[in-house]
């Protein structure tokens, strides 16, 4: 029964996602345009999207039709029903056109993202939970969507993990553990963080942060 449930769930997800990012496909972005209007993304996500301050997520090698949606999601803000809401990111998005977001997008994504660090004395819990999830918690395994080596499913806009900083992931779990963060399809993400103990979720982000694409 759970497994039916999972399953119906993701694919739920899969063909909203899918929809969504169907829509926009006519807004072709450009890597060359993105690489010209990423000069205020640099800050904090690095010339190439490999961030190095462990706060602000590697946008490098991430798929294009998740960044567009990310975007698109903070354009819309914490009201909107799907938005997505950063205090830094605010002012950065709020003059973003839908084809500057697109060029963006394909600028990122046309980078190569860097390998991350993990914790050894934490990957042991976190390739568990990551593989293997945790049935006496109803926890799915995180690779069903996001892949044995945290590649993702671009088709599906799952997004990539593999390198991504540890404290970025950790914090983003929490945000869906706590409904800060709410602008995953079908609640997928949030239903599965609200039953996740502390412990796991630094093991698993740190598991994560080794993985290589």
Known sequence: M?????????????STSA???AADAALKGDPAAGKTKSATCAACHGADGNSINPEWPKLAGQSEGYLFKQL??????????????????????????????????AYFASQTG???????NQVTLG?????????????????ACHGPNGTGNPAANFPSLAGQQVTYTKTQLNN??????ANDNGKMMRNIAVKMTD??????????????K
């Not at 759970?2 to 899969?14: D, Q």
């Not at 390739?127 to 690779?143: D, M, T």
């Not at 869906?176 to 963060?181: E, H, I, K, L």
């Open 72 to 105: 698109q999601n903070f354009k819309a803000g914490k009201d909107a029903e799907g938005g997505r809401y950063n205090a830094t990111m605010a002012p950065m998005i709020d003059p973003l056109t839908e084809q500057d977001m697109a060029d963006l997008a």
């Open 176 to 181: 869906f553990r706590t409904g800060v963060r």
């Open 127 to 143: 390739e568990q939970v990551y593989k293997g999830g945790n049935a006496s918690n109803g926890i799915p395994a995180c690779a």
């Open 2 to 14: 759970k497994k039916t449930l999972i399953l119906a769930l993701t694919s739920l997800a899969f």
């Open 199 to 212: 412990a796991e979720m630094n093991a698993v982000a740190e598991y994560i942060a080794g993985l290589q």
């Open 19 to 21: 929809a969504v990012w």
């Open 114 to 120: 860097t390998p991350g660090q993990a914790d050894q």
